[in-house]
């Protein structure tokens, strides 16, 4: 098989195929990233530029079990980004729509 | 590896480090080694308010296990040799890896 | 065991001296915080290549939004290295000048992956 043609033989590729592209990047702690990446490695430490990050916070309400709490997004802007890889769940190319 | 050259060339820049506590500190990045445990000089804590722990500290050993994001100026780093960098990085992995002949 | 008593002695002796002469010497104080939020400040007296330290003269410091700061003297404390989250030199003058009475803040959060 030849390895070294553009064709994605296992993870690792899909990513490498989405370097100076937009991905979305979930992470722990109800998180999410989109940005265009520069750079990753092995562990998937990320780096990324024009970076907006999502955080979903639960506000509790009133008399309310935790789970009917009101979901509140609260979004930042970062120019440049270093993302350590121990928080990443997953990363996705580039969505096609 | 890279992400660890990387950090080399940012030492003497002005990082913004957010820890998995949600603290965030601005520092002069000193010197960063394999485990991305990073040193940071003339350090401020953003919400010194909330956060007046640390206001007396001038410079730190941050561990590397505990960093969520690094932010990095934009200019101080070349994205094109970044990702060049990085594809090149993957191919020779694979090249020295035995679970992966060419 | 008299000639392990010996030690116990010296130990405290020296823990003594640097108590006292730490001041004089300008032995750096550290403040580390803990992956579990705690704030501990004491003298540097070793490290190793894990991060693990020694501390001596060392207290906890411990924040509350409606007490002062309290310190707990723990003395001489080892430190695990993948508890820590941080540790910081402290300038001493700006300790020195800042009340910790007057100081009210919320703990530390815990670190979460």
Not at chain 1, 13 to 18: A, E, F, G, M, Q
Not at chain 2, 48 to 69: L, Q, T
Not at chain 3, 78 to 100: H, N, P, Y
């Amino acid at each position: 098989m030849d390895t070294s043609s553009a064709g994605i033989q296992e993870p690792f590729d899909l990513i490498r195929l989405s370097l100076n592209e937009r991905v979305f990047v979930k992470l722990r702690g109800d998180r999410e990233l989109t940005g265009v990446l520069h750079a990753y490695d092995g562990h998937m430490n990320l780096i990324m530029s024009a970076v907006e990050e999502t955080i979903m916070v639960v506000e509790p309400v009133e008399g309310a079990p935790h789970s009917q709490g009101s979901v509140n997004y609260v979004k930042r802007k970062m120019e440049m980004l270093f993302v350590r890889g121990d928080g990443v769940i997953l990363v996705s190319p580039p969505s096609r729509t | 590896m890279l992400i660890f050259s990387v950090f080399k060339t940012l030492t003497d820049q002005t990082v913004i480090v957010e820890l998995k506590n949600d603290l965030l500190i601005t520092g002069v990045l000193k010197s960063v080694d394999q485990f991305l445990n990073i040193r940071l000089d003339n350090i401020q804590i953003s919400d010194e308010v909330r956060h007046p722990h640390m206001i007396a500290v001038k410079n730190c050993f941050i561990r590397g296990s505990v960093v969520r994001y690094v932010q990095i100026p934009a200019d101080a780093v070349d994205t094109q040799l970044l990702e060049d960098a990085t594809r090149r990085g993957s191919r020779f992995c694979y090249k020295r890896c035995p679970k992966f002949p060419d | 065991m008299s000639s392990l008593q010996g030690y116990v002695d010296r130990e405290r002796l020296m823990e003594t001296l640097y108590v006292i002469l730490s001041p004089v010497l300008y032995i750096d104080r550290v403040l580390v915080i803990l992956q579990d939020g705690r704030v501990i400040v004491g003298t540097l007296a070793g490290y190793d290549q894990k991060s693990n330290v020694v501390l001596s003269d060392s207290k906890e410091r411990v924040y509350s939004t409606d007490e002062p700061v309290e310190e707990i003297p723990l003395g001489l404390y080892l430190v695990k290295g993948d508890q820590i989250v941080l540790i910081g030199e402290i300038d001493s003058e700006k300790d020195a000048s800042t009340d910790l009475s007057d100081v009210r803040a919320e703990p530390l959060p815990a670190i979460r992956y």
